[in-house]
Structures are given as C-alpha cells and as structure tokens.
C-alpha cells in the first residue's frame, strides 16, 4: 500500500491534497530543533523537495531535542545541514533533500529560497527572522515563524499582502514587523543558550509548524487555517492565541516596501579582523548594552570580567567574547559563521 495511505485517507488532503504536496518545494532556514522536528515531519508526508540550510555543526548539546541527529554525528563533528539529509534520505528516499552548509545572509538568502513554495523558520536569532520576513514580504511567500525558549514556543503564519508563489490566498496577515516593528536590543532577550529550552516545547512548536505548511501546501490558507500568534506552554498546560493584525499602512516592510534586512544594511555586519584571529560582529540597531546584565547571563558559560565600557567573557573552548556597549563584539576566532552563531547563541540578537 502507498505510504501516504493513512493521510491521504484524511478528507481535507486526499490524493489531491498528496499530489499537490509530494510537487511542492519548501525551505527550511535552520536546522536545529524546530528545523529537524518540522523536515521530519514533512520529509514523512511526502513533500517533494526540502531544502535545508544550517551554517552550524552538530554538538553533543543538540542531542537533548534536535530529533535528526545521534551521537555519532556529535562525535565526528558533522555539520548539520549534511546529517540532517542524510538521516531524511533514509527516512524517505523518494523525496529529494538539498543541504546547504551556510550562514543565512541578505547576500545569498534569494538565491536559497528560489522556486521555494514556503519559507519555514526553524532559526535562533531574531536577525535572520527579519531578514526571512524581508524576503516573503517582496517576494510573496508565506512565511510559517517558529520560536522557543525555556518552555513556552511560538508558532505564527505570515501570509503577506501580495501572493506570487503556487501557494495562493485570499486574506493577507500582518508580517513580522507589524507584529513586532523593531527587533530588541542585543542581549536582552533570552536565547536557548542562556536560559535553557525543554524538547516538548520545541516539538509542539514544530508539530505546529509542518501542520500550517501541509496546509498552505495543499491550499487550505482561509478561515480553516489557524490565523493567530499561537504560544504554547507543554509544561505549565498552557497555550494562548493572539489574533493576527491585519497588515498596517504604516509598516515599514509590507506597507512601504523597504526591505531594511534584505536590501537597507540591518542587521549585523560580521568581518574578520585582518592579522588579528579575531571577526567583528556590529549590530545595526544601536541600542546600548547592560554589561552588567549581559554578564550575569554569561556567567555559566565562561570566565566573565566587565567594567563600564568592556565585558570579556572567555569559553571553555578558549574562544573570548569582548563585547562594547554599543552592541559591537570582537570574538577569538577567523570563522565568520562560528562568530556569528556565537553572537547569536551568548549575546542574543
Ligand atoms: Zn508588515
């Protein structure tokens, strides 16, 4: 018997609902928790391409909720985006699986995302949000957002003001930034790193996820699609839905076109430092830094010293942190990726 019989028996997908799913081409930017949890579900279902993109190594950390990998792949060190397919490949082999091993950047995100039907975040930093966000918006792709720390997760459909893609609706959702117009300063929101992260949460998030994705995929994107901002407690029994806003005239992004992450310099600009093995990683959004506050989240993870203007936090595996006021951080490595997922994971973004 076919190995989608059990969904296809469900009504709403049908074998028109698999056909059209088993054509579709979708885009998964991370592959950590949410990222493994949502490819393999939709490896399983059927869809005909995924396309995976991490810029990070599995470590023996990832183990605890990151359901594609296994010791091995933590104790040879291999990068994640290649394990993952691998895994995929012997879950489904009827399916074609694309890893890039990259670090998402306005340079190189369209060209990830081309013939892509649906972007997915499976990411840990807030910057590569908006940058997604950006790239759904001008090119009119649904956006499915995922997010998780400590025990509570977040999963919300961007369905943006003009549709371009196969996938096709007719009620438009506010994007990212009419939700939240500006992303925190650095350092003050908690990252998986600092505060920890529970697998249930990740895999109800992501079980969230693959379910809006078979949906748009199939063209279920009306009133029978959840719509809302969808937090989701496992641990306290609790969840909450907050309605989507409708898209806003005076958002930046899907009301005036400006595209600041894609096209406008946001973000973080990450360069090597010349003779030094060290890169600079220097945020766009010029909020100032608590030192003092940054310090007492790093504690566990290092040595920390800090005055008024400089905290250095040195790793256990000899990496040093220094990181200014302004959000400007120098990090002991010539690896850009691994600086900037350093940034991402310690500091926050
Ligand atoms: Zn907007």
Redesign the pocket.
């Known amino acids: 018997m076919d190995r989608y019989h059990r969904q296809t028996l469900l009504p709403s997908i049908g074998p028109k609902g698999q056909q059209a799913i088993g054509a579709s081409r979708v885009l998964i930017v991370g592959v950590g928790a949410l990222g493994c949890g949502v490819a393999d579900l939709l490896a399983r279902a059927g869809v005909g391409t995924i396309r995976l993109v991490d810029r990070d190594i599995v470590d023996h950390t990832n183990l605890q909720r990151q359901v594609l990998y296994c010791q091995e792949d933590a104790n040879e060190h291999r990068a994640k985006a290649v394990a993952a397919a691998q895994r995929l490949r012997n879950v489904n082999p009827d399916i074609t699986i694309e890893p890039h091993v990259a670090d998402v950047t306005a340079a190189n995100i369209s060209s990830l995302a081309e013939s892509c039907d649906v972007l997915i975040d499976g990411l840990d930093n807030l910057d590569t949000r908006y940058l997604v966000n950006d790239l759904a918006?001008r090119d009119g792709k649904p956006y499915v957002y995922g997010g998780a720390v400590g025990t509570e997760g977040m999963v919300m459909p961007i369905l943006p003001v003009r549709c371009e893609g196969p996938v096709q609706w007719d009620m438009p959702t506010?994007?990212l930034?009419?939700v939240f117009p500006e992303p925190p300063p650095p350092g003050t929101l908690p990252t998986c790193d600092t505060a920890g992260v529970l697998g249930p949460s990740v895999s109800v998030v992501s079980a969230h996820q693959a379910a809006i994705v078979m949906s748009l995929l199939i063209g279920r994107t009306g009133t029978e699609l959840d719509r809302t901002m969808h937090a989701i407690d496992p641990w306290a029994g609790e969840s909450r839905r907050i309605a989507l806003p409708d898209?806003?005239p005076d958002?930046p992004?899907?009301?005036a076109g400006v595209y600041e992450w894609l096209e406008g310099g946001r973000g973080k600009t990450a360069a090597v430092l010349c003779g030094r093995h060290a890169v600079q990683i220097h945020p766009h959004n010029a909020a100032a830094i608590h030192l003092p506050t940054l310090a007492v989240r790093l504690v566990d993870h290092g040595d920390v010293r800090h005055d008024d203007h400089v905290l250095r936090c040195t790793l256990p595996d000899d990496v040093t942190l220094t990181v200014f006021t302004d959000g400007r951080a120098m990090i002991s490595t010539n690896d850009l990726a691994v600086a900037r997922r350093l940034y991402d994971t310690h500091i926050g973004s």
Request: glycine residues 18%; proline residues 9%.
């Open positions: 918006v506010g994007c930034r009419c898209p806003r958002c992004c899907c009301g």
